[in-house]
């Protein structure tokens, strides 16, 4: 009996240790469960964070490339405009910190960006759903025909004709504000004035 005793001590201390030992597992199978559960909370978080990041950086990279496509047309015209002094492209360029051919290259971008102004303003609006009904080829006859219609008020470029050489230069009248009218104006040199 005194070993039936013994015997059965002995299974209440293992059953005791496998409580022990098993309420550690679930322990840390908990604690487990609750760190995988932060990480992938915290990387959902991640995934919105880098996405509402790239968001703004898309954002802000649109709003520089559109104050920066502004600033160089506003910088465009200011060199035609040194150049409309009649001042040679190298010292346009030496007075601007600039290259000859960054003068060059302003001046051919503000005479792209004038003739494309010039197109698009000639140009008649289209509406969307004729050009979706009835394709591209209707949209350009139409707008052939209107051109052909606005082309018959004014005159036709082909039809001016240049002086012959050796014929006295056309007049041209001044501006209001220009040196010829101003009284004691000084002219730019080699103007001839």
Request: charged share 35%; net charge negative; aromatic share 4%.
């Amino acid at each position: 009996m005194a070993e039936r005793k013994r015997r059965s001590s002995r299974e209440v201390q293992a059953r005791e240790a496998a409580r022990e030992r098993a309420a550690r597992f679930v322990k840390q199978e908990e604690e487990r469960v609750r760190i995988a559960g932060d990480a992938i909370l915290l990387q959902d978080e991640i995934d919105d964070f880098d996405a509402e990041t790239e968001r703004r950086v898309v954002k802000l990279r649109e709003e520089r490339d559109a104050q920066l496509a502004e600033k160089r047309e506003k910088f465009d015209a200011l060199v035609v405009d040194m150049l409309d002094t009649e001042i040679p492209a190298q010292q346009a360029a030496e007075r601007l910190g600039i290259s000859v051919g960054q003068v060059r290259t302003a001046k051919r971008n503000f005479d792209q960006a004038v003739a494309a102004h010039a197109v698009q303003s000639a140009e008649p609006p289209v509406a969307e759903s004729s050009r979706d009904a009835q394709g591209e080829s209707a949209v350009l006859d139409a707008s052939a025909a209107t051109s052909d219609k606005a082309g018959a008020d004014r005159p036709e470029a082909d039809a001016y004709t240049f002086p012959a050489p050796g014929a006295a230069p056309a007049a041209v009248p001044a501006q209001e504000r220009s040196p010829e009218n101003a009284e004691g104006a000084a002219l730019p040199p080699g103007s001839g004035g």
